[in-house]
């Protein structure tokens, strides 16, 4: 499951109808993911024990962890840029001249740095500083850390071109473009290592508990989560999501209106409700 437009509205709780659904999935036997592209500590920020959940992939597939009643436990996969792919990646955004972010591996992903765009800054890219808690830097090019994500935002229009120069031109890295978290109608394009995405995460995780494709169910809202969608046997989207995920997926209710509920209804025999 995607979290946030998925099961959590925008500054609003997940229902209390779909926490009690994880709780029933969980004495039914059912492993319980969330996939978000929030790091660890961005996720617990609004996490409450009562969510229970069984594994944790954060950032859009950068890292994976088990995931338990005192919440995250063993960090089970983590990915980094190699140098070379950081250069590039940096080189590139510098190019486009739009600002961007740099975030440490998991689970230090909450820890990033930030160059302003040259012209003004979209209200965005202040919040995501501001939500901060003091985790995010002034980028100085002449440190020497791991990186693991770069960030960029901006209107639709320019993001798409964006999105198309890092295909053209860094192939081997992995991208994915959403929809800013803040709703202020502006996209965001997160470049991460090769192979990084949700749906590779979730295969990995899936293949080492003896699972697949064909046992899984994935919900998401937004393009990020267009390739978790296609990995698993069944899937379903936000009412809420693109016109372009609503046409080739079955539409679960809103974010807040118990959308996990309503699908657990449609395919667990005897669910409570159905």
């Not at 909450?110 to 012209?119: E, V, W």
Request: aromatic share 10%; proline share 10%; net charge negative.
């Amino acid at each position: 499951m995607d979290f946030d437009g998925t099961l959590k509205p925008f500054e609003r709780a997940v229902s209390p109808e779909d926490i009690e659904t994880l709780a029933t999935l969980g004495r039914l036997g059912a492993v319980r993911a969330v996939a978000t592209g929030r790091s660890i500590r961005s996720f617990v920020r609004d996490w409450d024990p009562a969510f229970e959940i069984d594994y944790l992939i954060t950032s859009s597939g950068l890292g994976t962890s088990r995931f338990g009643p005192d919440g995250p436990g063993e960090l089970l996969e983590s990915h980094r840029f190699t140098e070379a792919e950081a250069a590039l990646a940096v080189d590139l955004a510098r190019s486009l001249a739009l600002g961007f972010f740099l975030a440490l591996p998991p689970p230090e992903t909450h820890r990033f740095f930030y160059q302003p765009p040259k012209g003004p800054a979209p209200a965005c890219f202040e919040a995501r500083i501001r939500h901060s808690g003091g985790d995010a830097s002034p980028w100085d090019s002449r440190s020497a850390f791991p990186l693991a994500q770069l960030l960029i935002m901006g209107e639709p229009a320019v993001m798409r071109k964006a999105e198309e120069r890092f295909f053209n031109e860094a192939p081997r890295l992995s991208s994915v473009m959403s929809s800013s978290p803040y709703g202020d109608g502006a996209f965001w394009l997160e470049v991460y290592p090769p192979g990084v995405s949700k749906g590779r995460a979730a295969d990995a995780l899936a293949a080492s508990l003896g699972l697949g494709p064909e046992d899984a169910v994935a919900m998401g809202n937004d393009f990020n989560d267009a390739d978790l969608l296609r990995w698993a046997g069944r899937a379903y989207v936000s009412c809420e999501a693109p016109e372009t995920l609503r046409s080739l997926y079955p539409n679960a209710p809103p974010a807040g209106k118990a959308p996990l509920a309503a699908v657990a209804r449609l395919l667990v025999p005897g669910f409570p409700g159905a």
